[in-house]
């Protein structure tokens, strides 16, 4: 691998970190990743971190190592803490998952009256999947109107179509509900209960540098997410809510031991987290809350991909054996040359087989 390591290493490379990191999963990234990309890789079992670690840059002007503190942008993975802050305000008694989205967004039109939050959480509601690029400046009221004077590509409830703008609803029904921005009702009911101090729009007030910068399939430098088009409290509504989150491999690991405890959900809340809610035609699973379900004889894996035209994450839950994988780089793709999109699940699966070694 082209660039320095964090977490291992050899000599005249990195400096070493304090992170762990387990030799079969390295040796196995020597052999599968390829020149060039920066990528940082988390796992864990048991609730203990086994592997954290970067490889390559961060920001390869700068000379900037990738590693388990780097930050990313975690892109449509931000769609299960969407899940997460719907289901925790249910906790509380301010919504049911089963509600008309009009008892929280007020008259909406007669062919979307029947949409409920429970069909936006699980792409079921007929919505476009998008009012335009990720970047393009949109308000809260623009998303809003927008949206419900939209034509429904199905009838709700009828067929699975992903939908950015369904989960963009859900962030301000999010804001109505609990009456904060998203981005705050997310920290301060999610992400502070989880020990997760890295993670969100602007809250962490971050630091240029502590933030990766993106490469696209030539290679070419595109900035960090934060030099696009931002609002001052983050990314315009086009984003909001269905991807944009920026965090760190460090705090994803918090993110799974508080979804394997109850420090932030109840299991009752975690159990429709994670159920096959709604099978999706192209894959070999259902759809939950914010997560893929793929179910076998022996295990329950959940899992969740967030890309753009250059970075690329995947997280995974192999839930009855307790193994996490996530792993985010910052150039997913090089013209001619590799894609890490088209192997992600073998590279997610080669991750968990050596944890499985290791135990």
């Known amino acids: 691998m082209a660039g320095p390591r964090s977490g291992g290493g050899k000599a005249g490379e990195a400096p070493v970190s304090r992170d762990p990191a387990d030799p079969d999963i390295d040796r196995y990234l020597d052999r599968v990743l390829p020149q060039g990309s ?5 796992a864990a079992r048991g609730g ?3 592997h954290c670690a970067g ?7 700068a000379k900037t190592p990738a590693t388990c503190d780097t930050v990313y942008d975690v892109m449509s993975i931000t769609k299960q803490f969407t899940a997460a802050a719907i ?6 008694g301010k919504l049911r998952v089963s509600d008309r989205i009009g008892e929280h967004l007020g008259a909406v039109p007669e062919d979307k009256r029947a949409i409920t939050l429970h069909q936006l959480l699980t792409h079921t509601a007929g919505l476009p999947e998008s009012l335009g690029d990720d970047y393009d400046p949109l308000s809260r009221r623009q998303l809003l109107t927008g949206v419900l004077k939209a034509p429904l590509r199905s009838a709700p409830g009828k067929e699975f179509r992903y939908s950015n703008a369904g989960y963009s609803l859900l962030a301000a029904i999010v804001e109505k509900a609990s009456g904060l921005s998203y981005e705050r009702y997310l920290a301060q009911s999610l992400f502070r209960p989880a020990g997760m101090t890295r993670t969100g729009y602007v809250l962490p007030a971050w630091k240029r540098e502590q933030v990766a910068v993106e490469y696209d399939r030539h290679g070419r430098a595109q900035g960090r997410p934060m030099d696009h088009p931002w609002a001052p409290d983050g990314p315009s509504w086009n984003l909001r809510g269905n991807g944009g989150m920026l965090s ?3 705090d994803m690991f918090r993110w799974h031991r508080a979804l394997t405890g109850d420090s932030v959900l109840s299991e009752t809340a975690k159990k429709k987290l994670f159920a096959p809610q709604v099978r999706v035609p192209q894959l070999d699973g259902a759809y939950g ?4 379900v793929v179910d076998s004889d022996d295990d329950r894996v959940a899992w969740h991909d967030g890309g753009n035209d250059w970075s690329l994450a995947t997280v995974a839950e192999f839930r009855r054996e307790g193994i996490f994988v996530f792993w985010v780089s910052n150039q997913a793709y090089q013209k001619g040359k590799w894609n890490l999109e088209d192997d992600q699940m073998k590279l997610t699966h080669g991750i968990a087989e050596r944890l499985r070694r290791g135990a």
């Open 38 to 42: 920066g990528i940082t890789v988390a």
């Open 48 to 50: 203990k971190l086994k």
């Open 55 to 61: 490889r390559g840059y961060a920001d390869r002007a």
């Open 87 to 92: 289901l925790k305000l249910e906790m509380s």
């Open 248 to 250: 760190t491999t460090r």
């Open 289 to 292: 809350y914010g997560w893929v």
